[in-house]
């Protein structure tokens, strides 16, 4: 068994994002005791384990939407978690990209501007914005739906929508909570290669969070979280794809 801070890099390659020591507490709940746990630029790590078991919490505070208790979260070596709302709203919109297991897109917005929403409200002007949006388009498979509504879009191309605008800002690192959860197996595949593929060709870190193997399979390592704690931690074998 590998310590979670193993992480199973080559000596040339650094941490992107490292969690030290990780505690948080929600009333007499203990979510988070004592994690350590870091990913490397080009890097995909999955955290797993049950329900309950911690591992949204772990995401919400090394993405900064939560403050840990105890511990450090650092991003290329500068420490987040002591900054104040502002600066890590800041911080989400401009380094970090998210997925959702339920793309959270915005139903009266076509796909376009859900994916340019980020630059938007990093205060890039509107016909820039939608321009660099649409950039993702062709590389993502969806080419020609540019103007389509989320409700006019399958799951899997909406799921693909929410990667673009994952990816819109050139973020360090994005992290996909149960990416797949709410689609068929083909369209999760097809939404996860293409995670992988473009987090890697950009340079970025990319955390997932999913009770499913065949997701945490198209990682390169998997982390198991239970009571808050980090159980075991390895490399993933090759499975062919």
Known sequence: MRAATDPVLSPSERPVLVGTGLRKRFGSTVALDGIDIAVAAGEALAV???????KSTLLHCLAGVLRPDAGTVELDGERI????????SALRR????FVFQSGHLLAELPADENVA??????????????ARAREWFPRLGLA???RRRPGELSGGQAQRVAVARALVTGPRVVFADEPTGALDQASGAEVMRLLRETTRAQGAALLVVT???????WCDR?????DGRVT???AVQEVGR
């Open 81 to 88: 978690d002591t900054l104040g709302e502002q600066r890590r």
């Open 144 to 146: 020609g739906l540019e």
């Open 117 to 130: 929403l980020p630059l938007l409200l990093g205060g890039v002007g509107r016909r820039a914005a939608v």
């Open 48 to 54: 797993t384990g049950p329900s309950g078991s911690g």
């Open 94 to 97: 401009s380094r970090f990209g």
């Open 222 to 226: 998997v982390v198991e979280v239970r």
């Open 211 to 217: 009770h499913d193997p065949a997701v945490a399979a």
């Open 232 to 234: 075991d931690a390895a």
